[in-house]
């Protein structure tokens, strides 16, 4: 029963680079006379994720895109149960503000003053795990290709079998989380349910889908581990980019991949993602740092 009243929120530890290091984004509440992180609830049906992201919009003007996973927030409000999740996220310009989200005033410092300044301890330990990560230098969407339909119902070659009608409307409903990570770059497995999984979100961002057979499944003979070990490679190189990126593959590749640059190749089964699911992988000059399932 408690799950049923558990009200839902999400926000974010928005950040930007200064001359002197790092400065945070926090928002002011007259109605409550507090200083906090951006956030607030989900809509029906809305992915945390997102909701994160429109609600710092929202309530800073700021458009961020997503890097890392920070631990969510757990308290009673108005008496029942809530649960925010957050994220560190990187400015990336203006826009979104919205005057009835109760915001008066938002003040950007580093993130020392931030923890004095905020007036909730578990918005202090928020701040305390952003501080604790190292710099990130890329992020990359990993996603599993939408739903397919059966090989066996399928008379073509496996390479052609497209989305099916399920798998067309999961790959509409994941390009506005594709947008949301920013990616300069979609790659995609040859395959065409690959390439048709990203097409929604190409067309919404106005970005051509390059084809990396590196993110295909093995064939005539080669080994998982190769295809495992060159997918985590090509994956890697992206990160050094700076730039986000989004990639498309299957699901006989994924989960080595996850496991190679997690350094946990004998065990892969924690990285099993279902069909039009995926990871949001942030990593820093040493590697990968945070694994985040969508």
């Keep these: 029963m408690a799950a ?3 009200v839902r929120a999400a926000g974010g530890v928005v950040w930007r680079p200064t001359d002197g290091g790092t400065e945070v984004c926090l928002v002011h509440r007259p109605r409550y006379g507090d200083w906090t992180l951006p956030k607030g609830k989900l809509e029906p049906g809305e992915h945390p994720l997102r909701a994160a992201v429109r609600e710092v919009a929202e309530e800073s003007d700021v458009r961020a895109v997503p890097q890392v996973r920070l631990p969510a927030v757990r308290y ?15 400015a990336v310009g203006t826009g979104g503000f919205q005057p009835d989200t109760e915001v008066d005033d938002v003040r950007w410092l580093d993130v020392d003053e931030a923890v004095r300044l905020v007036s909730y301890p578990h918005d202090a330990e928020v701040l305390g795990a952003f501080a604790a990560l190292p710099a990130v230098t890329g992020t990359v969407l990993l996603l599993r290709h939408a739903r397919a339909g059966k090989r066996a119902t399928w008379s073509g ?3 052609a079998r497209p989305l099916d009608a399920t798998g067309r409307a999961q790959a509409r409903a994941l390009a506005p989380l594709v947008a949301l990570t920013g990616p300069v770059r979609l790659l995609s497995a040859s395959v065409r349910r690959c390439v048709q999984t990203l097409d929604p979100a190409a067309a919404l961002l106005d970005l051509p889908i390059e084809v990396a057979g590196d993110f295909d499944e093995p064939v005539g003979g080669q080994q998982p581990e190769e295809r495992a070990l060159a997918a985590a490679a090509r994956l890697a190189e992206f990160a050094t980019g700076g730039q986000p990126v989004a990639v498309c593959s299957q699901g006989k590749v994924i989960p ?3 496991a190679q640059l997690t350094g946990s190749a004998g ?9 039009a699911g995926g990871w ?3 990593f820093t000059a040493g590697g990968l740092v945070a694994t985040d399932r969508l």
């Design 256 to 258: 080595g991949a996850l």
């Design 157 to 159: 070659p496996d390479t």
């Design 4 to 6: 049923l009243n558990e």
């Design 267 to 275: 065990s892969t089964g924690e990285f099993t993602t279902p069909k």
């Design 280 to 282: 949001l992988l942030a």
């Design 76 to 90: 009673v409000s108005e008496g029942r149960p809530k649960v925010v999740d957050y994220w560190s996220m990187r």
